[in-house]
């Protein structure tokens, strides 16, 4: 067997990797220029976007604050009105001669009496001095 072809063939494999890793090292760098201007880009559209949702989000805020205090005031206006209205009401009514209370005592003072009046009726009339004592 000759030595020459096989050293050849043995120095040839052991440097094969090394032409293989080179290979994808030199590819990987256009690439990786390219992603990190990629990355670059879609970094600053992310702030343009949270900028403008900011702002969004603000105009939001404010629309839904000036609908509110419209709505507020327009509630304080019909609280007002109403606090009126109920005071013509109040000074417009005639007082009262008697009040709840006085009014249950004398209904129950009328049953009363008339109880005893049915009773009176329901004797008869007449009376006997024994009954009295019994």
Same mark, same amino acid.
């Given at each position: 067997?000759?030595?020459?072809? $096989?050293?050849? !063939?043995?120095?040839?494999?052991?440097?094969?990797?090394? @032409? %293989?890793? #080179?290979?994808? +090292?030199? *590819?990987?760098?256009?690439?990786?220029?390219?992603?990190?201007?990629?990355?670059?880009?879609?970094?600053?559209?992310?702030?343009?976007?949270?900028r403008q949702r900011?702002?969004?989000?603000?105009?939001?805020?404010?629309?839904?604050?000036?609908?509110?205090?419209?709505? $507020?005031?327009? !509630?304080?206006?019909?609280?007002?009105?109403?606090?009126? @209205? %109920?005071? #013509?009401?109040? +000074?417009? *009514?005639?007082?009262?001669?008697?009040?709840?209370?006085?009014?249950?005592?004398?209904?129950?003072?009328?049953?009363?009496?008339?109880?005893?009046?049915?009773?009176?009726?329901?004797?008869?009339g007449h009376r006997?001095?024994?009954?009295?004592?019994?």
């Amino acid at each position: 067997m000759r030595q020459g072809p $096989l050293s050849l !063939l043995l120095c040839l494999l052991l440097l094969s990797p090394f @032409a %293989l890793a #080179e290979e994808p +090292a030199a *590819a990987s760098t256009p690439l990786s220029l390219s992603a990190g201007s990629q990355i670059t880009e879609l970094q600053q559209r992310l702030k343009e976007s949270e900028r403008q949702r900011d702002v969004l989000a603000q105009q939001l805020h404010n629309a839904d604050s000036e609908r509110e205090s419209a709505q $507020l005031t327009r !509630l304080r206006q019909e609280n007002q009105r109403l606090k009126m @209205a %109920l005071k #013509e009401l109040q +000074a417009s *009514a005639p007082e009262r001669l008697i009040t709840d209370q006085q009014q249950w005592f004398l209904i129950g003072g009328a049953v009363a009496l008339l109880a005893a009046v049915c009773g009176i009726f329901a004797s008869g009339g007449h009376r006997k001095r024994r009954q009295w004592l019994n």
